[in-house]
């Protein structure tokens, strides 16, 4: 059967203010009346029903993703007792899913992308699927690019070698690129056979876990005893022990970098992993004056293509500006430039090395 792990353990510290260490951007109803967690359920709800969805998490999530998933298995929300990066996540999601499942298939998508045409994205999964069950290949969704983003990590592709599952193409993937600088991304773009990593992966339970004792055998002896654990120890026992005994270390990097049976399918679904504030401006209706408002109490004048997102009863008022992300909740204000909007994650940083403004996260 098919099952779906969601990623939601992530902090968000872009997304500073409305994103806070209580409840992170996956949390936050950003588009719509759901937050992007329920969001990302929802879009798959056609292909994997909710007593199969995984969601791994911080610990201190558990409550708030279960109030935010109902339907959703208690047994099946995982809090991490400790962040130790995507590798020992999916290992001990496969783990979990394998003991039930043996012949299990694993869809891996993180808990906060956008996606604007969901009936392709099903599509483009099931063709994934039907490459992952067909032998021991690891499928990732690659993101046709648009432009040469400096801010994804990029998958070059073999353009001589192609197979088509479901009526889609799918292709051998060469390597994995770090994130490029402009003139890197100006020549990916121009080759033809480059995507952005989505960080959207499908597998067999079985394929992944014998990759993670083929290629990162400590997260490997970890999965192994983990699930040798559940038959005398709690499963919360048994996963403290597990995270304890793993490397902080990528799937990225650890897995897919290494071993040679990866395949990529091309996506065109409306993506967007929703990174910084500047996303959000990108990806919301704007007015006359390319101003994106998210306020009830906002006057503007000689002013455009900014962002206001104001969750307040305060007057929200620009003049003369351009450019600007303007960002207020009840304790915070933002104002950055959107095309820094990434630097808020440094804002943050300052914030968290001063004990007297750490309540502001």
Not at 171 to 179: G, H, I, T
Not at 196 to 206: A, L, R, Y
Request: glycine fraction near 6%; proline fraction near 4%.
């Amino acid at each position: 059967m098919l099952h779906a792990v969601i990623m939601a353990g992530g902090s968000g510290t872009r997304f500073w203010p409305r994103s806070t260490d209580a409840k992170p951007k996956q949390f936050l109803n950003i588009f719509g009346n759901k937050t992007m967690l329920q969001a990302t359920v929802d879009r798959i709800n056609s292909l994997i029903p909710a007593d199969r969805v995984w969601v791994i998490t911080n610990q201190k999530y558990v409550d708030l993703v279960q109030d935010q998933l109902p339907d959703v298995p208690e047994q099946n929300i995982v809090g991490e007792p400790v962040a130790k990066d995507t590798a020992p996540c999916v290992a001990l999601a496969a783990a979990l899913i394998h003991e039930q499942d043996s012949d299990g298939t694993m869809m891996v998508l993180p808990a906060d992308h956008q996606v604007t045409e969901p009936d392709e994205f099903i599509d483009t999964l099931k063709s994934a699927e039907a490459k992952a069950q067909a032998d021991d290949s690891l499928v990732t969704i690659g993101i046709k690019p648009d432009r040469p983003e400096t801010g994804y990590g990029y998958i070059e592709f073999d353009k001589d070698k192609s197979e088509e599952y479901n009526g889609r193409e799918i292709k051998k993937v060469n390597q994995f690129r770090e994130k490029p600088d402009l003139v890197t991304a100006r020549q990916f773009i121009h080759s033809g056979n480059f995507l952005w990593n989505s960080g959207m992966f499908i597998w067999k339970t079985s394929t992944i876990l014998d990759q993670f004792n083929q290629h990162l055998p400590s997260v490997g002896k970890q999965a192994q005893e983990f699930s040798s654990a559940l038959t005398s120890t709690d499963q919360q026992q048994a996963i403290h022990d597990f995270y304890q005994g793993c490397p902080s270390i990528s799937i990225d990097y650890g897995i897919m970098e290494q071993s040679d049976t990866v395949y990529v399918i091309p996506g065109t679904f409306g993506w967007n992993d929703v990174g910084s504030w500047k996303a959000v401006y990108d990806l919301r209706e704007k007015n006359e004056d390319g101003n994106v408002i998210q306020s009830d109490t906002t006057v503007l004048t000689e002013s455009t293509d900014n962002l206001i997102h104001s969750n307040g009863d305060k007057i929200v008022a620009l003049a003369g500006v351009e450019d600007l992300a303007v960002v207020q909740t009840d304790n915070a204000i933002l104002v950055c430039n959107l095309n820094e909007a990434q630097d808020v994650k440094q804002i943050v940083n300052q914030l968290d090395e001063d004990e007297k403004l750490k309540k502001y996260l």
